[in-house]
Structure formats: C-alpha cells, structure tokens
Nanobody, 114 residues
Framework: QVQLVESGGGLVQAGGSLRLSCAAS????????MGWYRQAPGKERELVAT??????ATYADSVKGRFTISRDNAASVYLQMSRLKAEDTAVYYC?????????WGKGTLVTVSS
C-alpha cells in the first residue's frame, strides 16, 4: 500500500510564494507519475501539474509560469508556487500513478488572501 503525505500549505498574501512537499511511503515503483491537483470550494478537483519519473512535466494553463513542479526521487514531489493569486486558494492533493493504480494524499490547504 502506498501512502502520500503533503506538507507546506498555509496562509499567504497575494503575490507571495509557498512550497508544497509530498512524500510517498510503501512499495514505490520507480516508473511512476507524481503530481498535484487542487479543489477549491464548490468546484471539482483539477490538475495543477504532473511530472514523470524522467522529469517530463505538464501544467495547467492557469499556473504556467508561476508554479514549478520538481522531484528528487521516485517517492517525493514538490510544487513551488509563486505570484500566488486569490483564485489559487484550494486544498492541494498529491497524486501518484503507477502500474495503473492511483493514489491520493489527504490534502493540504492553501489560502491566498487578496
């Protein structure tokens, strides 16, 4: 079983920065895709950014140029968020996909005050 634990959320003023971290534990296969999704109040969960184990990254249009996803091994992923906007306020979830299985963390709340 794989467990994902996020950290780094909090309250920040618009224009500020935050860095989210996610650590995976359990049996982690090296070939996987990790990423971040978010869900704002009253909205559906949406993709923020993902990265494969080889470093190929994808971003939602709304965060391109402001957020950067990175990882240093098969079991961790980070999201550097800059120039935050009020509309970035959401619960951010870490995700890991491997061998057809999909795992989720419990989420970390990011609140951006305007």
């Amino acid at each position: 079983q794989v467990q994902l634990v996020e950290s780094g959320g909090g309250l920040v003023q618009a224009g500020g920065s935050l860095r989210l971290s996610c650590a995976a534990s359990g049996i982690i296969f090296s070939l996987n895709t990790m990423g971040w999704y978010r869900q704002a109040p009253g909205k559906e969960r949406e993709l923020v950014a993902t990265t494969t184990n080889s470093g190929a990254a994808t971003y939602a249009d709304s965060v391109k140029g402001r957020f950067t996803i990175s990882r240093d091994n098969a079991a961790s992923v980070y999201l550097q968020m800059s120039r935050l906007k009020a509309e970035d306020t959401a619960v951010y979830y870490c995700n890991l996909v491997t061998r057809g299985l999909n795992y989720w963390g419990k989420g970390t709340l990011v609140t951006v005050s305007s």
